[in-house]
């Protein structure tokens, strides 16, 4: 049984990025379609989302009766280490305004996206839903983990005093076709692909990465995450199963969304040189920061409900790869 009609006119945030382009494409091919408007997006251009009385005025005019929130200022350590006021306040003015708005116009389902980061930094592994807020987060992404967790703390309020049907989705580290490979703003694996590639083509001697290369990270390929989107919006209830609980028995509304692919910074970084047939030499800066030494969820609950990643990781990260320098318009493959 589907919690769709077919007849929802779908809003995705943030359609323009990685995770909001994948999700498209998998509406796309459910047979959501732009023509007859049961799925609609915007632009930056479009609508400024941090803008409330913009984003009310548009929810007047569209009417969307499901609204996914993939919209957000995102980047990895160094970016969020220098940007910690646009970080934190930029993400609450975009979360903030679609979430009321969508609560004001009457919307029926929005799913919040938001991320792993939201965990303590030294919380018990693999991290369950209900271990947010027991300790300090950690430090390096602190602006954006506060934002997430006000982003699904709201969802959950609404839901509790308004019987407003928001539910939030928190991912692990995400990548795939369309992320982000500018080197001050990228996350780990889009920077290491870039830093591979041009090694590779400039034939460098060495990359140089930052870290001791030790922390442990898990990886989900950008459309497995959409298929777990689509999924929980079809298929969860949070008030009738397979719903976590707080150490109190009262029922959470988001869900952790991770796969098996587990692998050290280190590690990752010589399988992505293996797939480029970059020989030289990888230099570790421990200078700069290491982060979070492990950040593996426990996806029990939404296995529960049906699904489960496909993309093994090195499939994943040919597939990246190839996409990364299509953008490029590179017609040289390292790999076979």
């Excluded at 408007?37 to 400024?48: H, N, P, Y």
């Excluded at 910074?265 to 700069?288: A, N, P, R, T």
């Amino acid at each position: 049984m589907t919690l769709l009609s077919g007849d929802e006119t779908i809003y995705v945030a943030g359609s323009t990025g990685m995770v909001g382009n994948a999700i498209c494409k998998l509406l796309l091919k459910n047979g959501f379609t732009f023509n007859n408007k049961k799925l609609i997006t915007t632009s930056r251009k479009d609508l400024d989302l941090q803008d409330a009385k913009k984003v009310e005025a548009w929810f007047k005019k569209f009417k969307p009766n499901i609204v996914i929130i993939a919209a957000a200022k995102v980047g990895g350590i160094m970016a969020n280490k220098l940007n910690q006021v646009e970080f934190l306040l930029e993400n609450l003015k975009i979360q903030n305004n679609l979430i009321e708005t969508s609560y004001k116009f009457g919307v029926k389902r929005l799913i919040f996206l938001g991320s792993s980061c939201i965990y303590p930094k030294l919380s018990p592994q693999p991290i369950k839903e209900e271990y947010l807020l027991t300790s300090e987060l950690e430090p390096t992404n602190e602006a954006y983990a506060i934002a997430k967790i006000a982003g699904l703390k709201l969802c959950q309020f609404y839901r509790k005093q308004y019987n407003f049907d928001a539910i939030s989705l928190m991912p692990t580290n995400l990548y795939g076709p369309n992320d982000n490979y500018d080197l001050k703003n990228s996350h780990v694996l889009a920077a290491l692909i870039r830093k591979f590639y041009e090694a590779k083509i400039r034939n460098s001697k060495s990359v140089t990465c930052w870290g001791s290369g030790k922390p442990l990270r898990e990886f989900l390929y950008v459309e497995d995450f959409a298929e777990a989107c689509f999924h929980i919006l079809k298929n969860w209830d949070p008030d009738h199963a397979h719903c976590p609980i707080d150490k109190d028995g009262n029922k959470l509304n988001w869900l952790n969304v991770g796969s098996d692919y587990e692998i050290s910074i280190k590690e990752l970084s010589q399988k992505i040189s293996y797939y480029m047939k970059f020989d030289g030499e990888i230099i570790w800066d421990k200078s700069k920061p290491d982060g979070t030494p492990r950040k593996k969820l426990d996806n029990n609950y939404i296995n529960k409900i049906g699904w489960k990643a496909n993309t093994n990781l090195n499939n994943g990260i040919k597939k990246t790869i190839i996409s990364y320098k299509n953008e490029l318009g590179a017609k040289d493959q390292f790999f076979s």
